[in-house]
């Protein structure tokens, strides 16, 4: 009993004062402040001094706990008494109703520390003091009882619904009280288990008070509750006020089984807990309590910053539109505590609606013309329909003709539009709710907000996927332009060929050099394959090549074609890339040059070590390139200066440099030719080793 006792008073001073704490920033505000403050600040002292009696036994703190339960009592008739003083212009009857209440209050705690003293200097004067206290305590609860009754009596209505919870919350605490002392005055002596838990009763009256101290603003500067805040403690409440009444029914169940009471005390505890369990994990408990809450204590039914929040980071957190749309169903679900809903899509094709994801409810296979009533009622008008409502009152919805598909849903509650601007991308379905919902202004602003900032997030989601799908396709369609332009120059070579067969088709030599050219063409044909099938990125890491070997190759390919190519390479340099890559670009910027320069011109190709890069310089005395087309057009794709060019060698030829960590410059003049250099990274073989072990993890 001790124990039960330390923690209950415990509980009554901690309680009082942490609230204490948050209305210390404002308690010079006002009268009402202050008196608030210091019945709250006495209602701690309270607490801690029965805490220290109940821990030590020491008769002082005995009687510091009767003093201040004496005098934290009449501060709250004070503040009682100050929240309903009378108006100046009020009739007389009410001010000598308010200054009685004020006498009798006075008389109260006079009388009880008149008992006190007497008790304490053992001067009783023929009666016995303990009684006096007894009867002076019963008297204050009764008299706390009245200020309550004459206070929702005789307040403004605006101020009515302020101090109910006040009201619920002290009158509470004194009606135990009321029991308590009325019990030990009719059996000369005090309920050891009512006394124990009297601290427990008196600390769940303190949620009640700040909710009333979060609606009267001149009551505080900073106490601001949540309704989560209010919903956790009147869960709290409840929940005490629960196992109060189950502890005394397992206390008189015991007292009066005889032999089967212990037993029967124990299967009531057992029933009693279970039954709490599910009811703490029963949703439509919380969602009835919710609304109780919402609807009798708070100017407005919701908590809207609570709500957007939650709201709009359920709608950040999802990656894709199907799993989006079953949280885009929650959110909204969440609003009315409805139990399940489903989300409803525009077709790709703007046609129709089709179900695009939905929770505890079935699969639909149904699509919604986008011409129907339906739509066109959600799209013109952006109203919520309330299902029961147009059962009842069809003519509110004026010309509306619901779908025989939609009336077949499972409990269809609410029908809730989600629009990107003006236009109707999709609308949400949702379930009845697990408890009675008002479905007021309140909800159908709420919903329609939402709805709108979810037809927002689904309509750029879908757009950012259509993006990528474009994007997707751009690349394909620049992979396809590289290969026909690989094809174009693989076409030239074959033709060339052919030209030159009706003249040689009786050399041998010719007919050797026709096949090769053939089998290169074929190979260059099946890498095209593969690099539109694998994407344009080359399946195999870089490697050594040969520049001089390359460079030899291009000259002895170009003079079979009539065309003469000087090389200056003296040292042989191995650089980092593909080789059938890197001979494409090299022999690209050569053919450049040969077609840009006439017969007989110079076109050469010098290959030097620059640092740690292989340099590779093409150059040629042909027509050149204006400033213009170098700073604004080379390297673009489908830009040239050929009449049947398709600007897509340079282009290509530029990037893939660009990937091997490599640079490409060139330095032209109309009319006097064009220098194009290219520095690529030298092979080396222990590091491209590492580096290559590293990648595919595997050590030595």
């Known amino acids: 009993m001790e124990t039960i006792s330390a923690w209950s008073y415990g509980l009554a001073g901690f309680a009082y004062a942490i609230f204490g704490i948050f209305l210390a920033d404002g308690w010079k505000a006002g009268v009402r402040s202050r008196t608030l403050f210091l019945a709250v600040t006495l209602s701690a002292l309270w607490g801690i001094t029965s805490l220290a009696f109940t821990l030590t036994g020491f008769s002082v703190f005995l009687s510091g706990s009767l003093l201040t339960d004496l005098m934290r009592y009449g501060s ?49 004067f023929g009666v016995q003091p303990q009684r006096l206290i007894l009867l002076d305590a019963l008297g204050t609860s009764v008299f706390s009882l009245v200020l309550v009754e004459q206070l929702l009596r005789n307040v403004t209505p605006d101020l009515r619904w302020s101090i109910k919870p006040l009201c619920l919350g002290f009158g509470g605490a004194a009606l135990f009280d009321l029991y308590l002392y009325s019990d030990a005055l009719l059996f000369n002596r005090i309920d050891a288990d009512a006394f124990s838990i009297r601290g427990f009763v008196h600390a769940l009256a303190v949620p009640l008070i700040a909710i009333s101290t979060s609606r009267s603003r001149d009551w505080k500067k900073r106490v601001v509750l949540s309704q989560r805040a209010a919903l956790q403690s009147a869960s709290l409440v409840v929940t005490g006020l629960y196992l109060l009444f189950i502890s005394a029914a397992g206390y008189y169940v015991r007292y009066f089984g005889g032999d089967w009471g212990r037993a029967l005390q124990i299967a009531v505890m057992f029933v009693a807990i279970l039954l709490l369990a599910m009811l703490a994990l029963s949703g439509s408990m919380r969602a009835k309590l919710r609304v109780l809450i919402g609807k009798h204590f708070f100017s407005y039914r919701y908590d809207y910053r609570e709500e957007w929040l939650r709201f709009t980071n359920t709608l950040s957190a999802q990656d894709g539109v199907s799993e ?47 011409t129907s009533s339906l739509c066109r009622f959600l799209s013109d008008s952006g109203w919520i329909i309330n299902l029961e409502e147009y059962r009842a009152s069809p003519g509110r919805y004026e010309q509306l003709l619901l779908p025989k598909w939609l009336i077949e849903v499972p409990n269809a509650w609410l029908v809730v539009p989600l629009a990107t601007g003006s236009e109707l991308i999709g609308f949400v379905i949702l379930a ?109 890491s870089p490697r050594g090549v040969d520049l001089g070997a390359i460079v030899h190759r291009i000259q002895a390919a170009k003079m079979r074609q009539g065309r003469s190519l000087e090389i200056d390479a003296t040292e042989k340099l191995i650089a980092k890339g593909h080789e059938d890559r890197v001979e494409r670009v090299i022999g690209h910027v050569v053919q450049n040059a040969l077609d ?67 640079k490409v410059s060139v330095d032209s003049e109309v009319n006097a030719g064009t220098r194009v250099s290219l520095l690529l990274p030298l092979f080396v073989a222990g590091n491209e080793m590492n580096s290559t072990t590293a990648s595919t993890g595997v050590s030595a």
Do not use: C
């Open 596 to 662: 840009a320069t006439e017969q007989g011109g110079d076109v050469r190709v010098s290959i030097s070590r620059q640092d740690s890069l292989a340099l590779v310089v093409v150059s040629d005395t042909g027509h050149g390139m204006s400033p213009e087309f170098l700073r604004e057009r080379l390297f673009k794709p489908f830009q040239t200066t050929k009449p049947a060019g398709m600007g897509i060698g340079a282009y290509e030829s530029f990037q893939y440099v660009q990937e091997l960590g490599g």
């Open 324 to 370: 989006m749309g079953t949280h885009v169903i929650k959110g909204l679900a969440d609003m009315v505590e409805s139990p399940a809903g489903t989300l409803w899509l525009r077709d790709p094709s703007e046609r129709f609606f089709a179900q695009s994801a939905r929770w505890n409810l079935p699969v639909s296979e149904t699509t919604e013309d986008a």
């Open 432 to 540: 009845t709710a697990r408890t009675p919902v008002e479905v007021n202004w309140e909800v159908n602003d709420l919903l329609k907000t939402a709805g709108r900032q979810a037809g927002a997030f689904l309509g750029q989601m879908q757009t950012a996927e259509a993006l990528l799908e474009a994007r997707k396709f751009d690349a394909f369609n620049r992979m396809s332009a590289f290969v026909v332009h690989d094809l174009k120059n693989i076409v030239a070579q074959l033709s060339l060929m052919l030209k030159n067969a009706e003249r040689h088709r009786d050399n041998p030599e010719f007919q050797q050099d026709m096949l090769m050219t053939v089998e290169n063409s074929v190979e260059r044909m099946r890498q095209l394959m593969m690099q539109l099938r694998e994407g344009a990125t080359p399946v195999d």
């Open 76 to 124: 709250w008739f004070a503040f009682l008494l100050v929240l309903e003083k009378p108006h100046p212009d009020s009739s007389s009857e009410v001010s000598k109703r308010w200054k009685m209440l004020r006498a009798i209050a006075i008389g109260l705690v006079a009388f009880g520390f008149a008992s006190l003293l007497m008790a304490v200097t053992n001067v009783g």
